[in-house]
């Protein structure tokens, strides 16, 4: 077994990593395994956990991991506030929540992105783990563990190894080599020492609390759900609308979950007028639905100015305080990680 | 006793306690997935599927019915073995004094968690609290490591004693978080440890015939109360035996109370639970600073270690006790953990100040400076003997909205009229009803491509004028009504979902009677509730109940087989065969072993007025069904309307995949589209004239849960599939046939 010492421990004694992540992208097995590389692997004391439940306004899931010296008990069970390694399993998350609070100038930041956006902390180090893992035929997670892992500066690659062979190798033993390939490749790509350069530090957001709620919870605004857009929940595609095709037959809005289409009344029955973008999740349905091609899927990032795109009609106000938002259907098992869809 | 061998996994209390329980070898597990406890049966089938684990799984429909088989699976002098949270340790309480009372032995986990309502998921300690007084012992781990320990140690109280024994532990911060664990490495270790079992009273000897649960009068009630008292006094002595023998095989070592830095403290901390770690690191800083202060835990709640406590506070010569508790026996001036101490200290004749402070209620954070301001109590004068440790501020910001007007009229693009041949249905059209103002707010947070909302807004675009909907406990509830905000532009209930459908009878009743009396407007409301098919599993009986009284209403369920707000485990609509969280695919299991319910011939067998499926690949059929279940619903009865709806995130396909995926359960007959009007059944689309039928499996294969079977090695339920959903379908062209069926 490799013994390490830990460089760098906050107050209490620990080195902490925080994983911000969306669904899917396997960040809770990641956190789940580095916290089994301290305990099992590198002789540490060792927690991990995930942020299970509804998370109304933050990002799906997000991952906490405890590294301590040999023999400390971790006695810590509340969320990583001031990470030494943060990692952004999607680039996305950057501009629509808040995944950087508590960033200190100690904490080395890894992002999951093709190439490093010009507004992002000066600290960044891009790992392209999403084109990593398709070419090793592994996945983004395995690619992130390998970076992030190596962005500790305490972890050989052997002991990595050993790791995914004995947890992931005995689940799944015909993925192990190109797991081994992914986790290699992240490893790879990030240096052991920070680079350098001025640090940027995120202060820490105070929780939004309330003295005079209504009694016993009671909502009376009503429909203020539309606050939230809903575009974080795209996963790079979005549908485009061609009105000189529509038939405004309506079998996109009756496949639409999120009241993206905005119908009025028009000269010769409804009309279809335009998308409500903001709350749209990109699910194409739509597009699968339409019986003439007047909705096709298009990437969302070659659009960035949105044709026939249309506020909900039914809206009474044009002042509106809209807060990113996602998907936020809620985890409690391991279905997500052993999620597998059908490709059609 | 020798120290047996023992291997270090990294695993989660929820695991722990599903390998001590694998270990333990349980006969039965009677269970009902609830969060933050399911991981447990999770755990326990992936181990069955595989074959390592031969636990009999029961999936209940409810906590109630999971508690009545651990019950009969215990009179039958089994090893039961359960696991639950929040409500569904409340729906199950009443079962638990039987348990006790009649003295069976059975193991309980509880994963701690906040009682409803409002709804949330996160941990507190408001529901084993309820649990005090059921005559069960109550153990309490820290840890994962705790929670195997307490769980080796549990079922070998509980037979010494002939009492039933909870493990308790937090919600999330115990049950969901990774730690390093000892495990004892050979299973015949822990057989050997905790014993064979032989049932001092069994229902299953016919050569020597008992009575169990006889109807009893006082003064034997009293008596036999008394002997559960006295069976707690005993197993005082019993829990620290078990542990030592514990200890002597594994080098862990656990009393009744826990307590770090305890020595000439001038104050001491009462804790439960897994905050005992966070106040650890707050005694360290403040005696750092020269304040003398320690923290205690118990790990035992019943009985209560009064005494220990006591002892402990007179030794240390404590001069403050701030007890923390994690729920509040609201107006009692303190949580249940305030109250026992409060009175072990009065009868040990120590009069000492005791502060409490209630904390971390519904999961909030309990940090290392709440822990050191807890402590800072003690050292305070004057400090208010009761409150709660953060008061939340008040929301920053001004009035909000309004955004819409509500949705009271609408344009009358369905209309439904009596006529000699029965109710038609004219408009409906899917073009026209675009123009239907929608009652749901766009920005729910369901997954992309869920089908919720696509089947309600169909459902509703059929639907006219004023509504009051009813929501049980599910996906679409918690989605569309996140707090602070929901999607509802109408009046809008939750209720837990075994109760739905009485709530809004209800509600129904009160509106009758205000209108009579002249409080309410006249005038119609549709009343709609909304279910998954978990809240039709939980809730049936409460359903059908409604439905025999023929309350007013349109119930409509959505139904995606599966558990899918919990992380998806099976239901009982779940196809047979599928992959769930606790029906896994293994050597030893091929998914779901049971046929999905036919909950639609359930209800037209209570004779309600209308019973209708309807699917969103025919849109046109949906909204006409709508209209009539409308029409059925204000003028005479019940209406149940049941759609097929995607889950694209459980059942392993894409989104934009689902219309697709639902028009083939409906071409393969596995979900046909009928209704039965005053109990006329009537096929409203025959795959079968249209040439359009399929195979079942074509519609098994296009979903991941379901794609394994198209193995050769899983024909055998493939063609049991296929002939009960043959035979359903020809039943049902029966009926249509034959009035009379």
Redesign the interface.
């Known amino acids: 077994m490799q013994r390490v010492d830990l460089p760098i421990v906050n107050d209490l004694g620990y080195y902490e990593m925080r994983l911000e992540s969306i669904g899917g992208l396997g960040a809770n097995l990641c956190g789940k395994l580095l916290g089994e590389l301290g305990a099992m692997y590198l002789g540490l004391g060792a927690a991990s956990f995930a942020s299970y439940g509804s998370e109304k306004r933050g990002s799906p899931v997000k991952s906490y991991i405890r590294w301590c010296r040999p023999g400390k008990e971790v006695r810590i069970n509340s969320p990583v506030h001031h990470p030494h390694v943060l990692g952004i399993f999607h680039e996305a998350l950057l501009d629509s929540y808040p995944v950087l609070q508590g960033m200190t100038e100690h904490t080395r930041l890894i992002i999951n992105a093709p190439c490093k956006q010009k507004h992002w902390p000066a600290q960044a180090e891009i790992v392209d783990a999403g084109a990593l893992a398709m070419r090793y035929k592994s996945r983004v997670n395995m690619v992130m563990l390998g970076a992030i892992a190596k962005a500790t500066g305490l972890v050989s690659l052997e002991s990595l190894k050993e790791l995914i062979s004995h947890t992931l190798g005995q689940r799944y033993p015909a993925l192990l080599a190109s797991n081994i390939k992914g986790v290699r490749a992240g490893y790879d790509v990030v240096d052991e020492r920070a680079p350098k350069g001025d640090a940027a530090v995120y202060e820490s957001e105070k929780p939004r609390r309330y003295e005079e709620a209504a009694t016993g919870g009671v909502i009376t605004c009503i429909g203020n759900i539309v606050t939230h857009d809903l575009s974080a929940s795209r996963e790079g595609w979005i549908p485009l609308f061609h009105p000189d095709r529509c038939i405004h037959c309506g079998l996109c809005d009756s496949t639409c979950p999120d009241m993206v289409f905005q119908f009025a009344v028009g000269e010769q029955g409804p009309v279809n007028r335009g998308l409500d973008y903001q709350h749209c999740k990109g699910c194409l349905r739509c597009v699968a639905v339409c019986p003439v091609q007047a909705l096709t899927a298009v990437k969302e990032r070659e659009w960035p100015e949105k044709p026939y795109a249309l506020p909900n009609q039914s809206l009474i106000t044009a002042d509106i305080p809209m807060e990113a938002s996602g998907a936020n259907s809620w985890m409690s098992s391991e279905a997500q990680e052993t999620e597998r869809r059908i490709e059609e | 006793m020798r120290k047996a061998e023992q291997t ?1 996994l ?1 695993e ?1 209390g929820n695991e722990m306690a599903a390998y001590a329980a694998r270990q333990i070898r349980y006969h039965v597990m009677g269970y009902y997935p609830i ?2 406890s ?2 447990i049966a ?1 755990q326990l089938d992936v181990w069955r599927a595989e074959g390592s684990c031969d636990i009999a799984m029961i999936p209940a429909e409810g906590e109630h019915s999971a508690a009545g088989i651990c019950y009969g699976a215990s009179v039958g002098g089994g090893r039961v073995f359960n696991a639950t949270s929040a409500n569904g340790l409340l729906y199950a309480l009443e079962q638990l004094p039987v348990q006790s009372g009649t003295r069976f032995p059975m193991v309980l986990n509880v994963a701690c968690r906040t009682v409803s ?2 709804l949330d ?2 941990g507190d300690h408001s529901d084993i609290m309820f649990a005090l007084n059921t005559g069960w012992i109550i153990l309490f781990a820290n840890t994962p490591q705790q929670v195997y320990d307490m769980n080796v140690t549990a079922i070998k109280i509980a037979e010494s004693v002939r009492l039933p024994v909870i493990v308790a532990f937090d919600g ?3 049950s ?5 664990c000892q495990v004892l490495a050979n299973e015949e270790d822990v057989q050997r440890f905790i014993g064979a079992y032989r049932p001092p009273v069994t229902a299953l000897d016919p050569e020597h015939p008992v009575t169990i649960g006889a109807y009893m009068n006082e003064p034997d009630l009293g008596a036999n109360k008394y002997q559960l008292h006295q069976a707690m006094e005993e197993a005082k002595t019993v829990i620290q035996t078990v542990w030592d023998e514990f200890q002597a095989l594994t080098g862990r070592s656990y009393h009744a109370i826990e307590a770090y830095r305890a020595e000439q403290a001038d104050v001491l901390l009462v804790l439960l639970g ?1 905050s005992y ?2 106040a ?2 707050a005694v360290d800083q403040l005696r750092a600073q020269g304040k003398r202060c320690g923290v205690l835990c118990l790990h035992r709640l019943r009985p209560f270690p009064a005494l220990e406590i006591a002892a402990l506070c007179r030794e240390a010569g404590v001069r403050a006790v701030v007890v923390g508790d994690r729920q509040d026996s609201y107006g009692a001036g303190g949580g249940n953990l305030t109250l026992e101490v409060k009175a072990a200290l009065q009868t040990a004749g120590l009069s000492l100040p005791v502060i409490s402070r209630v904390y971390g209620l519904g ?1 909030q ?4 400076e709440d822990a050191k301001s807890l402590l800072e109590l003690g050292f305070t004068t004057n400090a208010p003997s009761f409150g709660y440790l953060s ?5 920053s910001g001004g009035q ?7 949705v009271t009229e609408t344009p009358g693009l369905t209309q439904v009229v009596s006529t000699p041949q029965g109710l038609q249905v004219k408009g409906g059209l ?6 239907m ?2 009652r ?15 089947n309600l ?2 459902l509703l675009r059929g639907i006219e004028g004023c509504v009051v909907l009813l929501f049980q406990t599910g ?1 679409g509830m ?13 009046p809008y209930v939750h209720n837990l979902f075994q109760n739905g459908a009485a709530t809004l009878s209800g509600l129904i009743e009160v509106y009758r009677q205000r209108q009579k009396r002249g409080e309410l407007p006249e005038g119609e409301i549709t009343f709609i509730m909304v279910s998954g098919d978990g809240g039709m599993d939980i809730g049936m009986g409460c359903a059908l109940s409604a439905g025999l009284r023929g309350s007013r209403m349109i119930l409509f369920e959505y139904d995606n087989g599966g558990y899918m ?5 099976l239901s009982y609509s779940t196809p047979k065969g599928a992959r769930s ?1 606790t029906s896994h695919v293994g050597a030893r299991q091929y998914g779901k072993a049971f046929f999905h319910k036919d909950m639609p011939q359930l209800m037209a067998a209570a004779g309600i007025d209308y019973v209708a499926t309807v699917a ?1 690949s025919n ?1 046109a059929d949906f909204i006409r069904k709508a209209a009539k279940a409308q029409y059925y619903a204000n003028h005479s009865g019940m209406a149940y309307v049941k759609a097929l709806s995607a889950c ?3 059942w ?9 995926v639902i028009a083939a359960a409906v071409d393969s007959c596995y979900f046909p589209l009928y209704e039965v009007e005053k109990g006329i059944t009537r096929l409203t689309y025959d795959p079968e004239a249209k040439q359009a039928k399929i195979p079942v499996l074509r519609f098994l294969t ?3 849960r379901t ?1 394994h079977l198209q193995k050769e090695e899983y024909a055998k339920v493939v063609a049991e599939m296929q002939q009960e959903v043959d035979w359903r379908w020809q039943r049902l062209q029966a009926r249509a046939e034959h009035a009379h069926l």
């Open positions: 270090t990294f989660s969060t933050p399911t991981q999770e309502g409002p998921i996160k999330f911060f115990t969901h978080q990774k730690q390093r897994s770690g966070t650890q690191e999961g954070d309990f940090g290392l008061v939340p501020k008040k929301k909000e909205g309004p955004y819409f007007h509500p899917v073009r026209e009803t675009t123009l103002p929608k749901l707010a766009p920005g729910h947070g369901a997954c992309p491509g869920c089908g919720i909302f696509v807004n169909l996906c918690v989605v569309s009504t996140p707090y602070p905000q929901t999607a509802f532009k109408v707000n919990t992380g998806y485990q969280a969103e849109p694209p995130l459980n392993g396909d894409k989104p934009n995949q689902e219309r697709k296009k979903m991941g794609k």
